[in-house]
């Protein structure tokens, strides 16, 4: 084999691939090529670096150069400038928007300086299809450590012991679940790693599974090891294509090497690990729903107890995890629970991923300390919000989580805090709003998720939350009463305590933290028919201020539906009766002349 | 509705892939998989041959392929547009991108066009976030799409060649 001594990393996660880092990967190797260098310089294609921003991503080892917003053309620059000649390529390097430096080092760079990174320890640096890259880096020691040197309840006290709560969004105690699913006596019991993932706009699991399939592999057979199961399953969505492929390249290797199957690593123990599909329904996520899914049928939660420890997939004990969950314990067991539990708050040990999106500078994949501050996240790591504009509120937990306004942003972040606050950790959506977003939209946004996504089961969560959604839609057509307010509340509270699963139990928090916190919108919308924000087209309507127009006909050009007319060097005007709304014009008039009315 | 006759072929495809995962009633949705991703859809004549090998009734495979939204009963156009509609992808924009979708293919989410060419759905985060709004035209992921540019991608597939750059 050849001995490589310089190696570009080349990002592999789903931003990247859609921005053609397939493409930047092949030139690399290409121009490599030409110059007769493909044995020396070795081009490996990771998984997500987190800095999504500025995608596609590139990274020179050993010298850690870092390289953001990468082109397909820029390959030769990049070979023949910085891996011939020793040179960095300036432009392609970072820009510190703080002083406009450029930045070459990653370590060096505000994104990454406050991460802490145990669940995404391997992404972005090892190739996540290669089995010896990640037992390079001390892959399957935990593995191996444990079916060697410990039972199964000295396993289940270190994770006890470390503190680690499930980041699928209940935060339970690890070390406690595995504790009761060990005790259940059982001719067959299961391991399940929950990858649904069914948060919109979160795609953490997904990174982790593209990034470093390993690391659950490995936490899954330790959990098997702990609780006596041999059989693991591993429930994903059909929509990750990338991800179920890395999977069961994993899980080959995994199983070519004695790390999964019969008797591992010379143990008594065996383990083997199946994939099962989801088909594209949230409350899946919920685990009774998960393991009714996986048996073949519609995927309805049930009642629990039974809880799956006692009574799970295929009536036997089952335990569920979380993807990041499962990342967090080889780590563990390598470094120790001390090591884990001296990271984060008091009740709330170690590390968070959140994917943080929405109006922010820089869109990524973050894993931070718990308790870290909202601000720190949103400024040092985010770099603050997009085009200048004023951050308003920042949204977690999903469907099933609040928004936290301004006054929370030097709230440490951890479940009893978010909790407190009228949020969720949730599994670590993170979307940041700013003065543009309308939180009744946001509000009325959710609740169509969850409409579409209810089971249909109980009665308040399908009927009530219908109802809820066009008490909403009345409101953001400013037909709203103050009675139509009041009813929200107690119509929200009636859901969350009748309904069966978590799912109908907090969809009404995004309505109710709206409320709590943004009651003047509402009140805007329905005593002055006028959104702040902007957004509810009802209540708006766009005009040209006769006296900023200079008729340079950009906004005539660019309108879809021609509603816009004018002589070239003369005003415009809009024609109320064509005009959709759609606000083009006012983004593309560089004169301020277009103004809501 | 009339009803298709499904081909032979179509019929010896089915139940070799019910033979496939063990005529097992517990491996329905891996069945679906693999019968959507060959046949591009589920219509209720296929339904009735899985139902059949799968000695299961019918009503249950209906349950099941309706309770999931990635199964469909309706074929999809030569190229499916999909617009993501995750919060990312939402508070970006990508409600007016959807609007513009509807507008020039005059059809709502969940239909296709009369000439088979189009068909429109949303979905839930691509994973892409970063790249927000973002939709899918088949396999390829457009980024940063404006409602301005939705006639030109459009246009990429009408006239067959496909070769824009976005992003
Ligand atoms: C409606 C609903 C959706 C859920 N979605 C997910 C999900 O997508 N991923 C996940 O890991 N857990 C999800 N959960 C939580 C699971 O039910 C379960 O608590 C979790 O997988 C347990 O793993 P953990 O202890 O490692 O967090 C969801 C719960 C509910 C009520
Ligand atoms: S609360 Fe909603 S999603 Fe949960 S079981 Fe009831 S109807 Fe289904
Ligand atoms: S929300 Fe659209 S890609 Fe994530």
Redesign the pocket.
Do not use: I, W
């Given at each position: 084999m050849a001995e490589f001594n310089t190696h570009i990393l080349v990002c592999g996660g789903t931003g990247c691939k859609a921005s053609q880092s397939d493409l930047l990967k092949a030139n690399l190797k290409n121009r490599l090529a030409d110059h007769g260098l493909q044995n020396e310089v070795q081009v490996l294609q990771t998984g997500c670096f987190g800095f999504c921003e500025k995608g596609p991503i590139v990274k020179i080892q050993p010298d850690n150069t870092f390289y953001v917003s990468v082109e397909p053309k820029d390959a030769i620059e990049i070979v023949d400038e910085h891996i011939l000649k020793g040179r960095k390529v300036e432009h392609l390097l970072f820009k510190d928007p703080k002083n406009d430096k450029r930045v070459d080092d990653s370590k060096q760079m505000d994104f990454y300086k406050k991460q802490v990174r145990i669940a995404l320890r391997n992404c972005g640096f090892i190739n996540p299809e290669n089995i010896d890259e990640y037992i390079g880096n001390d892959g399957y020691a935990a593995l191996g450590t444990c079916l060697e040197n410990y039972k199964p309840t000295e396993v289940i006290d270190l994770i006890k012991k470390s503190g680690l709560?499930?980041?699928?969004?209940?935060?339970?105690p690890?070390g406690l679940?595995w504790e009761i699913t060990n005790k259940v006596e059982a001719d067959q019991k299961y391991v399940v790693c929950?990858?649904?993932?069914?948060?919109p706009g979160a795609f953490m699991?997904r990174s982790i599974l593209e990034g470093d399939p390993h690391s659950v592999i490995e936490a899954m057979a330790i959990c098997g090891y702990c609780i006596g199961a041999s059989k693991g399953l591993v429930y994903i969505r059909a929509e990750y294509p990338l991800a179920i492929k890395r999977l069961k390249v994993a899980l080959e290797q995994a199983a070519e090497y004695g790390l999964l199957g019969k008797n591992i690593l010379g143990s008594d123990f065996n383990f083997e690990i199946e994939i099962r599909y989801g088909a594209g329904a949230?409350?899946c996520?919920?685990?009774t729903?998960?393991i009714h899914s996986m048996e073949g049928l519609r995927g309805e939660?049930t009642f629990k107890p039974p809880f799956p420890s006692e009574s799970g997939y295929m009536g036997k004990p089952t335990n569920?995890?979380?993807?990041?969950?499962?990342a967090n314990i080889p780590p563990i067991i390598n470094k120790g629970a001390d090591w884990f539990a001296s990271i984060g708050t008091e009740k709330s040990k170690g590390t968070k991923v959140f994917a943080l999106a929405g109006k922010i500078n820089n869109v990524g994949l973050i894993e931070v300390p718990m308790g870290i501050t909202l601000r720190e996240v949103i400024y040092d790591i985010g770099g603050g919000i997009k085009d200048g504009k004023e951050f308003k509120a920042v949204q977690t937990g999903g469907p099933?989580g609040g928004c936290l306004t301004k006054d929370f942003l030097d709230t440490p972040i951890d479940y009893d805090n978010l909790l407190a606050a009228g949020s969720m950790m949730g599994?670590g959506g993170m979307i940041v709003m700013d003065e543009d977003d309308c939180m009744v939209s946001i509000a009325k946004f959710y609740l169509e998720f969850t409409l579409d996504e209810s089971c249909g089961k109980c009665t308040p969560c399908r009927i009530g939350n219908k109802r809820l959604y066009e008490i909403l839609d009345k409101i953001s057509q400013g037909k709203g009463t103050n009675e139509d307010l009041d009813k929200l509340r107690l119509l929200s509270q009636v859901i969350k305590d009748s309904s069966l699963?978590?799912?109908g139990?907090?969809s009404p928090n995004p309505v109710l933290s709206t409320l709590d916190h943004f009651m003047d919108e509402y009140v805007a919308h329905v005593d002055h028919h006028k959104c702040p924000a902007g957004q509810c087209k009802a209540l708006l309507s766009y005009h040209i201020d006769e006296e900023k127009c200079t008729g340079c006909t950009l906004c005539f050009r660019n309108c879809p539906v021609g509603a816009i007319s004018g002589e070239k060097r003369g005003p415009h005007y809009i024609d109320q009766s064509l005009c959709i709304k759609c606000g083009i014009c006012l983004e593309k008039c560089k004169f301020d002349a277009v103004k809501i009315a | 509705m009339t009803k298709i006759k499904l081909a032979e072929k179509t019929i010896e495809l089915i139940k070799s892939v019910c033979t496939q995962f063990g005529n097992k009633e517990s491996e329905l949705i891996n069945v679906l998989h693999q019968i959507q991703s060959k046949l591009g859809y589920l219509p209720a004549e296929v339904q009735e041959v899985i139902a059949a090998e799968l000695n299961m009734s019918v009503a249950k495979v209906y349950g099941v392929v309706t309770f999931y939204s990635f199964f469909t009963m309706l074929p999809q156009g030569e190229h499916p547009i999909s617009i993501c509609m995750g919060t990312a992808c939402y508070v970006r924009g990508g409600e007016k991108v959807l609007h513009e979708f509807k507008r020039h293919l005059g059809i709502e989410v969940g239909q296709t066009t009369a000439d088979g060419k189009f068909s429109l759905s949303c979905l839930r985060c691509v994973g892409a976030c970063g790249l927000a709004p973002v939709v899918l035209v088949g396999e390829k992921v457009y980024g940063r799409v404006s409602p301005q540019q939705v006639s030109k991608i459009i246009a990429e597939y009408q006239e067959g060649c496909v070769n824009v750059q976005t992003a």
């Open positions: 709560r499930g980041r699928g969004g209940g935060g339970f690890t679940k929950n990858a649904d993932e069914g948060d699991d949230f409350v996520g919920e685990e729903a998960l939660p569920v995890n979380n993807v990041e969950t499962f099933s599994s699963c978590g799912l139990q907090t | -």
